[in-house]
């Protein structure tokens, strides 16, 4: 049985993108977004729990998208768990929480909508969690100069950016952390104003690390990326 859980939210509607789909049924070479962000699960070094959190009403489409890519894989569909999502990020990862096998003591959370997302990196996560006992998530120095901006557009100012991360997923913590920073936020009505699990981790008193992230665990978000995504595949396939 799993020690590693990764928990896929894909429970999102993807109004950026344009498409009438949600996101993570909006196709790329021929495959829902979906497909391909269990690859990089699949791909893992070790057997995990795989939680796929879909939109209420496509459990069913995300459940058929899971076992076809569990059988591509030669893998066991045992370990698959679908659930349906909430109205913010936050309460579809609850529901992927909820429903987490007991052997599981270390908990990935990744954004299907990093479709392209190296194997390697999810395996790194975890192995880093296991080094450290807290939280892990990978992140890229941000290279592009920041100002802050007032509405007017005056600049109010230049960030040091050799302090900037972008930070990326799988985010991975360990179980017992993740489960008691989620109760304190909502004890402390924390929960709303905390969109992402490190976040709400580090808010909890627990500290949290940037290992280094990968180019391709970039988050499919506009048009554009899409775009970009689709290049990179035509690029890699012959
Ligand atoms: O909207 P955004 O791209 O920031 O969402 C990040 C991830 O969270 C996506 O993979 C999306 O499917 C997921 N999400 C979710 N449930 C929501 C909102 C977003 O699972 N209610």
Sequence with gaps: TPTVAVIVVAAGSGTRLGHAEPKAFVLLHMRPLLDHALDSIFGMKEPVQ?????????VADARAIAVRAAARHEAPTGFVTLVAGGRTRQDSVDQGMNALLPSVDVVLVH?????????????????????????????????DTIKRVAESGAILGTVDRSELSAVQTPQGFPRAMLEAARAWAV????????TDDAALVADAGNPVSVIGGHPLAFKITTPEDLERADLILQAAAP
């Design 50 to 58: 795989i939680i796929v959190v879909a939109p209420v009403d496509r």
């Design 187 to 194: 004890q402390n009505g924390r929960f709303e104003a905390l």
């Design 111 to 143: 954004d299907a909508a990093r479709a392209l997302t190296p194997a390697a990196l999810c395996d790194g996560v975890v192995a880093a969690v296991r080094a450290t006992g807290h939280g892990v998530i990978p992140g890229l120095p941000v290279v």
